[in-house]
C-alpha cells in the first residue's frame, strides 16, 4: 500500500485513516508508513493533520510522528 499512496496521493488521507485498523504484532504498516512520510512528507502531514483531534493525537502518539517520520509502532520480532 505504501507504494501504491506514493503513485496516487490522492488517497493519503484514506491510507493514514487507515493505519490504526493494522495494527498488530505482525503487520509492519507502521514501518512501511516512514517510506510514505519521506516520499510525500508535505501530503502526509496534512492527511496526518486532518485527522480529528482525538485520533491525531493517537496516531502521532502511537504511530508515526510526521515530525522527522519517526516510527513508534513495530512488529514483533519473529
Same mark, same amino acid.
Given at each position: $500500500? +505504501? *507504494? +501504491?499512496? !506514493?503513485?496516487?496521493?490522492? *488517497? $493519503?488521507?484514506?491510507?493514514? =485513516?487507515? #493505519?490504526?485498523?493494522?495494527?498488530n504484532p505482525e503487520e509492519d504498516y507502521a514501518v512501511q508508513m516512514k517510506a510514505v512520510c519521506l516520499g510525500n512528507h508535505k501530503g502526509f502531514a496534512? #492527511?496526518?493533520? /486532518?485527522?480529528?483531534?482525538?485520533?491525531? @493525537?493517537?496516531? %502521532? /502518539?502511537? %504511530?508515526?510522528?510526521?515530525? /522527522?517520520?519517526?516510527? !513508534?509502532?513495530?512488529? =514483533? +520480532? @519473529?
Amino acid at each position: $500500500m +505504501a *507504494k +501504491a499512496v !506514493l503513485l496516487v496521493p490522492k *488517497k $493519503m488521507s484514506v491510507y493514514v =485513516e487507515f #493505519a490504526p485498523e493494522t495494527l498488530n504484532p505482525e503487520e509492519d504498516y507502521a514501518v512501511q508508513m516512514k517510506a510514505v512520510c519521506l516520499g510525500n512528507h508535505k501530503g502526509f502531514a496534512q #492527511a496526518v493533520a /486532518g485527522l480529528p483531534t482525538r485520533d491525531r @493525537d493517537w496516531f %502521532i /502518539g502511537h %504511530i508515526l510522528n510526521p515530525k /522527522g517520520c519517526r516510527v !513508534l509502532a513495530f512488529p =514483533e +520480532a @519473529d
